[in-house]
């Protein structure tokens, strides 16, 4: 199945992905009653205790679990007995289903959202069971109700948390995936329609459509859900439709899923592409017998003939263990020729590969402990950090402030920061709860200090360096910065090409004085130059600082060059794809801090050049090819891009700054300020910072799990 990042174009979604993008769920939580996301109008999250009606009765919605293929997914209750359920909501939203195509879908989805035996039986093969399929006729939405009994990890979770499985792992989730095929390939179902179908293929195996359910013993038991049968159904007709699927696709798909467990990943690290089973080089070189059977189940080499006959196969294997699960992988072909070699030039091969392989080896585990080494001495997670004690503590920060932003944002637990850090150890009853302060810039020149003369808080975060007194402590956490940016196009005369992608400190600060006012002065088109400024006090202090030098008068220019244009970050960016999508060119240029800049694809972010003798830092770079961002690149494709960290850590990146828990230095507050700034810099800490738009204060290790154990 398709990817929902490319479904709905329709919608003017930031992030190019509405159905993953936080937005519409930030517009129901904060927007009582909202139905639709306040910047692109894509179908809003529901609204906790929002109620569904069914057949077999109605629904309470608990609160918003996330996004699994192509529905989201909720916790809830049956309200006539309390009953735990789990919601799955699928949308037919307007502007890519018209009326007629969302009718007929609905209508199908209500004969076939859901399977069961069809002789009443409870099945017992592992495919999650069905209560109830609701197509609500006034509104774009339809539900899928489940029992609370599923679990809530899908493989590809598994696959971020835990890393590569071993290959006994991948035997037994093979088995289990199989014995549920064979049995859905053959069984009589019963679909909600009372229609009886002899057998069923899912069409829609992936690591989002297993879920596994982990035991205390170290066992699993693997579950199917999300079938192509009604998981197509939401698939707007403006994307090329699937074909019926067939039950050798299930096979195929299996077997890339086992491979991706195997390998540890899904993307090839050279180039981000999607890894090719057919390279030789991708796959472990432990058990030629698993890979051989996984190259017949991808069809590769002689495909099996059915789910059956693959899971017979399976267990003829070698048991992990045996010497013959453990040659070098090599091809039929080469296991026919490789005994051709003289036995005096393999000799001569090994010894010439052993010397060259130890280099290697040192060089990159040198490379390796010179990248990593601030990062590895820091403590693993926030229970490891001691003396914590229980109380409740209040913190503070400003309103706009990064900090408040970040708490509002998900890593990849799916919980929001703030959560996170309100009890960061469980087995100790501390809490952290945090209560923004708005920063007066006009009457009161040291705003944290002044706040926390107030015994209520016994911490801040502010990345307002300057205004911190020596009356206090600080510690930094991470690196934010500044990101200015243009509209990103690949119309021809576009700014970041014409720019070369970058612009000095000079030419920025001329620009927001007004002394330079058309892009023709720096190479552009004949076109005005607009300069945006956002509204957060925070982004304006330090901007004033770095670019405007706290210059009186370069600060009284920018007021002036800047009046009519005031607004929020998220409003600009919004601004320019509304311009862009209407096949203009915008000449505007505008800055923002890191959390609110970065992680989009509308906008193109300028490397920052300090004078004529320093080349230009980009702070954003690729992280699968290890390179700078250059206009060249599409933005809104699947590569993501990361943070130069060691621009920030030098200081190379001119528009980069740390950001500080800060503390009393002579009072009880003091041993709470310095643990909490010890909680946010432990591994866990640090990783969960670079999720939400902050830089980590050291190298990371590429795909670290925020859970990660040592």
């Known amino acids: 199945m398709s990817s929902s990042e490319s479904f709905y174009t329709q919608y003017a979604c930031l992030y190019n992905n509405p159905l993953t993008c936080d937005r519409p769920f930030q517009t129901a939580h904060e927007i009582k009653g909202a139905k639709f996301c306040l910047e692109c109008g894509f179908p809003a999250t529901l609204a906790q205790q929002a109620e569904i009606k069914g057949n077999r009765g109605s629904y309470q919605v608990s609160s918003f679990l996330g996004v699994r293929g192509l529905g989201r997914l909720y916790s809830g209750i049956q309200l006539h007995d309390q009953r735990a359920v789990v919601i799955k909501e699928y949308l037919l939203p307007e502007r890519s289903f018209n009326h007629q195509e969302s009718s007929k879908r609905k209508e199908t989805f209500k004969r076939v959202g859901g399977v069961n035996l069809a002789d009443g039986r409870n099945q017992n093969f592992r495919l ?103 998981e197509n159904l939401f698939i707007p007709a403006s994307i090329p439709q699937p074909p019926p699927p067939k039950p050798e696709q ?113 060089g990159m585990l040198s490379k390796s402990q010179e990248d990593y080494t601030d990062w590895n001495k820091l403590l693993t997670q926030f229970s490891d950090v001691t003396g914590v004690t229980r109380g409740k503590f209040i913190y503070t920060g400003e309103k706009n402030g990064t900090w408040t932003l970040v708490l509002t944002q998900s890593p990849e637990s799916g919980k929001r920061l703030n959560e996170l850090l309100t009890k960061p150890i469980p087995n100790v009853e501390a809490t952290f709860n945090y209560e923004a302060f708005t920063t007066d810039r006009q009457n009161s020149s040291k705003p944290i200090e002044k706040v926390l003369t107030d015994n209520k808080y016994s911490l801040a975060i502010t990345s307002l360096e300057d205004k911190v007194t020596d009356d206090l402590n600080k510690k930094p956490i991470a690196y934010d910065g500044l990101l200015v940016f243009v509209a990103s196009t690949k119309k021809e005369g576009n700014l970041p090409t014409a720019l070369g992608g970058q612009i000095s400190l000079e030419n920025l600060q001329k620009i927001y004085t007004g002394k330079i006012t058309n892009w023709q002065e720096l190479g552009g088109s004949n076109l005005p130059i607009t300069p945006y400024a956002p509204t957060e006090p925070e982004a304006i202090s330090l901007f004033e600082k770095i670019v405007l030098k706290n210059d009186p008068q370069n600060i009284a220019d920018f007021e002036k060059t800047v009046t009519n244009n005031k607004k929020e970050t998220k409003d600009t960016l919004q601004q320019i794809s509304s311009e862009l999508r209407a096949n203009k060119n915008p000449g505007i240029i505008s800055f923002g801090i890191l959390s609110k ?77 310095s643990l909490f700034a010890d909680i946010l810099t432990t591994r866990q800490g640090q990783c969960l910072l670079s999720k939400v738009g902050l830089v980590p204060l050291q190298s990371m290790p590429e795909n670290y799990v925020c859970k990660s154990l040592p």
């Open 250 to 362: 299930d096979l195929k798909s299996l077997g890339l899923v086992a491979f991706y467990l195997w390998v540890g990943r899904t993307t090839n690290s050279d180039n981000g592409q999607p890894l090719d089973p057919r390279d030789s080089q991708q796959w472990p070189n432990t058990n030629n017998d698993l890979k051989h059977f996984l190259y017949r189940l991808i069809g590769l080499e002689n495909p099996f003939e059915s789910a059956e006959i693959a899971r017979q196969a399976l267990s003829k294997l070698p048991k992990e263990g045996d010497i013959n699960s453990f040659k070098p992988s090599v091809s039929p072909e080469q296991e026919k020729n490789r005994f051709r070699i003289p036995l005096i030039l393999l000799a001569f091969l090994a010894l010439l590969f052993l010397g060259g392989g130890i280099w290697f080896l040192f």
């Open 597 to 673: 800049t970065w992680d989009q694809c509308n906008a193109y972010p300028l490397a920052i050049q300090v004078d004529d003798q320093k080349r230009p830092i980009q702070p954003l770079f690729h992280k699968l090819n290890r390179r700078s961002v250059t206009p060249e690149d599409n933005l809104c494709g699947k590569s993501r891009t990361y943070f130069d960290v060691k621009a920030f850590k030098t200081g190379s990146y001119a528009l980069g700054y740390p950001l500080f828990v800060v503390y009393p230095k002579n009072d009880s507050r003091l041993e709470v300020g």
């Open 128 to 230: 999650i069971n069905y209560q109830e399929a609701i197509a609500d006729e006034k509104t774009e939405r339809c539900y899928l109700i489940t029992n609370d009994i599923e679990p809530s990890q899908t493989l590809s979770k598994y696959l971020i948390t835990e890393g590569a499985m071993a290959e006994s792992g991948v035997r037994e989730v093979l088995n289990q995936v199989l014995q549920t095929l064979e049995s859905l390939h053959s069984q009589k179902l019963l679909l909600p329609s009372n229609q009886v179908q002899k057998g069923l293929v899912h069409g829609n195996i992936s690591l989002d459509s297993i879920l596994i359910k982990l035991e205390k013993n170290q066992s699993f038991y693997i579950y199917l859900c999300d079938l192509s049968l009604w």
